[in-house]
């Protein structure tokens, strides 16, 4: 074992357990982070990689085993003890308050005089972000930023606190290709004035070209650590995998079916967001039978909207929606349910289960008048249940029994349930949005090869996702929006992922 | 360092859940023990009474079924609507007006009908008015969104000011001495009641709607959608249900329930519209509801409870002349207990040793 006096050691935990009830989610962990270092930690989702992290960054201390800072032991019994001792969480998910400005948000909770000099401090904050390349306005309000620039503010909140080794949760998961070029450059000078980081992402490729170090976190328990020259993605993803091969990770694209009809075809169509503003702005679609189409854009551009058009959630302001052959006017959900429309909701959870109801249930969402479920005119549980069974079996949805509450599914088996009940219909029309978002390597397979395969059998699909990979991997031909606007369409032989992010950030390319 | 953490609950079973209940139950009869000793009664004394006067007595079983009735009815009205997360705080001014439709019919039709066609009419009458009543807050929630739990509390105040009117003004009996109560009812108006007891035929209907509405909840199209709909509303809304629809009808048939329940009071108690005839059930429905977790069975049990509870309370009256608010007070004490039994639903307790 290390000595714990290694002073090239920042940060070092020694055999850290946490369980939670009925889960392990942390089991014997040792890891090291050395001094200006970047170390990934990869994990499928639940591998318990949030949970080391809370740890470290003191939200909750660990049943057994240690923590050492600089060689010293330490017990943190609340983030404020953790931040003392220089560590700074980036979290995923933001954690900023959205009318108040990026000094407000960044000197929260720091002791500061009785009356504030915000002079002062912003030239500080701007002094502090021109070092490290993070350039953001200090007086400008969170709900003006960028997602890219909310997510500067979030770094700059843990190194105004004074943290020399900083956790990154998934930094570029919301990020566009540019964004995220953006963040490498940053990583690189904390890296140059002496910051070591912890760095947690999905992404292969920028796992390989920024890492130091790499460790692999497999149900709480490490796998393997290895330096990064030794070792390649594809190793990284079997062993990450649980060794298994990775036959099920590979997908391609079958060529898109030759008897393509148009089954979708959108002219100049107008819509409002909830509020009443305009969100779509002429969108112009067309869509074949056998044909995916991906619809890139980052989130918030209209596409949420266009789906919900599209599937009769939201009605049209203006335009034409001719569906195979058929000019539709107003249509409503039902509708277009009868009319073999699925739909994969981007939100999954808030939209796509009743989660206190059983998994039973939740196959009658959308599909309620379903005779299958019914004895003669009332609804059967016996019929119900042994048709959740059949599609749990088929689709791979683990849970203790087809009566136990959607709610408290993983995403994976969320996102399955979805899709087994979406896809047992008479379908025509799949629209699927961000269907792998935070799903892990076998989930994502999955779901994609159960897409591959509806297509191949000649259903029209329309993807929306921000994920460039899943884009060039799945799509046939694709639409790009930006603004609510189209701002531009290829097929996918002539697209190539640079200019994709461009065009998604509103760039015009010629 | 030794601390309490509580722990989520990774499973729900009824069995916790029953219990919970059975425990915040036995937690307001302590407390209430408490107060009966801070206004001089021995508790242990008042208690025993109950058992003795109540549960081991002829009348006492008789009194309790008689009041059972109002709370099936507004208890299930209630808890129709919360499985939908739709507050109905208005059963007690919905009883009032399925009351005074009631006695419309019974005045004014009670001589030239038989009890056969009377009693259904009645029934129906009574429905209609209380859904009219909650046409009102069911239209503003489903149309304009505004918050149903306010509209439902305040037109109990109007409903009420209006039987006022109808008791001090147009309505009342010439021969009761100017009481605000109308005429009696004519016999073909009055709720037939089982053999020589006071129990009247209101039983049967109440125990009947528990076993329809759960039926409806369990068995079919619309019941499903209620339920979607109270879990989460943007899965109803993915699915294409007519939220606005489903809410407004909900809302009126929750109305219509209660409007039963008043019927019952006046034609199987009181013979006649009278003030004050309702004490607090609609108010009432909404503790047994959330006593039985809005679950149309366990309504029964917990309206059972309630009736335990008034019975009692109405008891300590005769005997140790205690105010009514003494039954109110205790009503409020089970209510609070239940409340903050709910987190132990999800939650459980867990003693930690933490060394540091």
Not at chain 1, 413 to 432: D, G, M, P, V, W
Not at chain 2, 62 to 70: A, E, H, M, T
Not at chain 2, 72 to 94: P, R, S, Y
Request: aromatic content about 10%.
């Amino acid at each position: 074992m290390q000595t714990s006096h290694n002073p090239h050691l920042v940060l070092e935990l020694r055999g850290i357990t946490k369980a939670f009830p009925g889960l392990i989610a942390n089991d014997r962990v040792d890891f090291t982070l050395k001094q200006g270092e970047i170390h990934t930690i990869l994990g499928e989702n639940g591998a318990g990689k949030s949970t080391l992290m809370n740890m470290i960054a003191g939200l909750y201390p660990p049943d057994h085993g240690d923590i050492f800072i600089y060689g010293k032991k330490v017990h943190f019994t609340n983030p404020r003890q953790s931040i003392n001792h220089g560590i700074g969480m980036v979290h995923q998910h933001f954690m900023l308050i959205r009318n108040h400005t990026v000094t407000e948000n960044i000197i929260l909770g720091t002791p500061q005089h009785f009356k504030l000099n915000f002079r002062r401090v912003n030239e500080e904050i701007r002094m502090l972000g021109e070092k490290y390349g993070l350039i953001v306005e200090p007086h400008k309000k969170i709900q003006e930023l960028s997602v890219g620039e909310q997510q500067r503010v979030e770094i700059l909140k843990v190194l105004y606190r004074g943290a020399k080794i900083l956790i990154l949760d998934e930094p570029t998961a919301v990020l566009t290709p540019q964004e995220s070029e953006a963040l490498y450059q940053i990583i690189a000078n904390m890296i140059q004035k002496d910051h070591s980081i912890i760095f947690i992402s999905h992404k292969m490729k920028e796992v390989m070209s920024l890492s130091d170090r790499i460790t692999v976190l497999n149900r709480g328990k490490i796998l393997a650590t290895f330096i990064k020259n030794e070792t390649d993605a594809q190793k990284l993803a079997k062993i990450m995998m649980g060794n298994e091969e990775g036959k099920e990770l590979s997908v391609s694209s079958p060529a898109p079916n030759q008897r393509h009809e148009v089954v979708l075809q959108l002219e100049k169509i107008c819509a409002n967001d909830d509020r009443g503003y305009q969100i779509l702005n002429e969108v112009d679609l067309e869509i074949r039978s056998g044909q995916i189409v991906g619809l890139a854009g980052v989130s918030g551009n209209g596409q949420a909207q266009l789906a919900e058009v599209l599937s009769g959630i939201r009605p049209m302001e203006s335009g034409s929606y001719t569906y195979w052959g058929e000019k539709l006017n107003a249509p409503t959900v039902s509708d277009m349910i009868a009319r073999g429309l699925g739909y994969i909701p981007e939100d999954r959870k808030r939209y796509g289960i009743a989660g206190s109801l059983s998994i039973a249930h939740n196959f009658l969402l959308r599909d309620h008048k379903n005779p299958k479920f019914y004895g003669q005119q009332f609804l059967d549980i016996n019929k119900m249940n042994q048709y959740a069974r059949v599609k749990m079996e088929e689709f791979d949805i683990r849970a203790a029994s087809e009566k136990t509450q959607a709610g408290v599914l993983s995403g994976g088996n969320i996102q399955k349930t979805i899709l087994a009940r979406e896809s047992s219909r008479e379908l025509k029309f799949l629209i699927a949005s961000q269907p792998i978002r935070g799903l892990d390597v076998h989930a994502t397979a999955f779901i994609q090869k159960v897409i591959l395969q509806a297509k191949s059998e000649g259903l029209a699909v329309l993807l929306i996702t921000e994920d460039l990979d899943e884009l060039f991997l799945m799509s046939d031909h694709i639409y790009v929006i930006c603004g609510g606007k189209m701002v531009g369409n290829m097929p996918k032989e002539e697209a190539n992922i640079e200019q994709i992010g461009l065009m998604m950030t509103g760039v015009t390319v010629s | 360092m030794i601390y309490l953490t509580l722990e989520k609950r990774l499973h729900f079973s009824p069995v916790t859940r029953i219990s919970v209940s059975l425990i915040a139950i036995a937690v307001a009869i302590l407390v209430g023990g408490i107060f009966l000793f801070a206004v001089g009664v021995n508790p242990f004394h008042a208690y025993g009474l109950v058992i003795e006067q109540i549960f081991m007595d002829y009348w006492g079983w008789q009194d309790l079924l008689v009041k059972i009735i109002p709370f099936l009815l507004t208890g299930i009205a209630v808890a129709l609507a919360a499985q939908m997360k739709l507050w109905n705080i208005g059963a007690e001014g919905q009883l009032y007006l399925g009351a005074v439709a009631a006695t419309w019919v019974a005045l004014n039709w009670g001589n030239e009908l038989s009890i056969w066609m009377m009693i259904p009419i009645m029934i129906l009458s009574a429905m209609v008015s209380g859904a009219c009543w909650a046409f009102i807050p069911g239209f503003l929630k489903a149309q304009f969104g505004v918050n149903e739990i306010i509209t439902t509390l305040l037109l109990n105040y109007v409903a009420i000011s209006w039987v006022d009117y109808l008791l001090y003004g147009p309505w009342r009996d010439p021969g009761s001495n100017n009481f605000p109560v109308t005429r009696e009812f004519p016999d073909s108006a009055q709720l037939p009641a089982f053999g020589n007891t006071s129990i009247h035929f209101g039983l049967i209907i109440g125990l009947m709607v528990i076993f329809l509405v759960y039926f409806i909840l369990e068995k079919t199209e619309v019941g499903f959608k209620v339920k979607v709909i109270g879990d989460n509303i943007y899965a109803a809304k993915y699915s294409g249900f007519n939220i606005k629809w489903i809410t407004l009808a909900i809302v009126m048939i929750s109305g219509a329930l209660a409007g039963i329940a008043g019927m019952a009071e006046v034609a199987g108690v009181h013979y006649r519209l009278k003030q004050n005839f309702s004490i607090n059930y609609g108010y009432t429905g909404i503790i047994v509801a959330w006593l039985g977790r809005n679950h149309p069975i366990a309504i029964i049990f917990t309206a059972f409870f309630l009736a335990v509870v008034f019975v009692s309370g109405e008891l300590m009256q005769l005997e140790f002349s205690l105010p009514i608010a003494m039954i109110y007070l205790f009503e409020g004490i089970i209510l609070f207990s239940v409340l903050g039994s709910e987190i132990f639903t999800e939650y459980k307790i867990k003693i930690k040793n933490v060394v540091t």
